[in-house]
């Protein structure tokens, strides 16, 4: 079955900086994969997602890459603020299945003021 | 607010009871999945409903069972439940068109078993 590794674990950056967490997957038929953001005691919120046939997507100050030989996509998010503090999960699919989400373990992220 | 909900929110259950947790999807969403996040770590897929049938099943054992009934909503049963049974249980709703794979989580059931 698929595998999602996601680094790093914990993140602290200043805010306005620019904050970075990368995934890797193991199965190759995934084509889908979103990103979620999770406040404390909140459910999980999609904020973004590519697809395989997508390179690079943009939301405003969010942005994930994606790199399918080497089978990792990663999370950017610019200028950072306090209330991008949260938990934030890659997760890999085979999108068009039914998007059975497989998770990374998660990247705990504090801007600091 | 992503238009799913899930009740009850908490729950406190003791070890060997049964439970069910229920689930309403986002309007024009056919699919439902669960997941079990333990405390620090990453969601868990359980299993998908679609169109009233299970499609797909993760690592967890025969006494996690579920439903989806015709207007799309869901349950999760589990019986003879553990202590390591406690965790956050999420639902999530998407559809199979092809424009959207966005899955939307409800606000989650805390279950502790004690």
Known sequence: ?113 | ETGVTQSPTHLIKTRGQQVTLRCSSQSGHNTVSWYQQALGQGPQFIFQYYREEENGRGNFPPRFSGLQFPNYSSELNVNALELDDSALYLCASSTRDRGNWGAFFGQGTRLTVV
């Open chain 1, 1 to 113: 079955g698929e595998n999602v590794e996601q680094h790093p674990s914990t993140l602290s950056v200043q805010e306005g900086d620019s904050a970075v967490i990368k995934c890797t997957y193991s199965d190759s038929a995934s084509n889908y994969f979103p990103w979620y953001k999770q406040e404390l005691g909140k459910r999980p919120q999609l904020i973004i997602d590519i697809r395989s046939n997508v390179g690079e997507k943009k939301d405003q100050r969010i942005a994930v890459t994606l790199n399918k030989t080497a089978k990792h996509f990663s999370l950017h998010i610019t200028e950072t603020q306090p209330e991008d503090s949260a938990v934030y999960f890659c997760a890999a699919s085979r999108g068009a299945a039914g998007n059975k989400l497989t998770f990374g373990g998660g990247t705990r992220v504090l801007v600091k003021p």
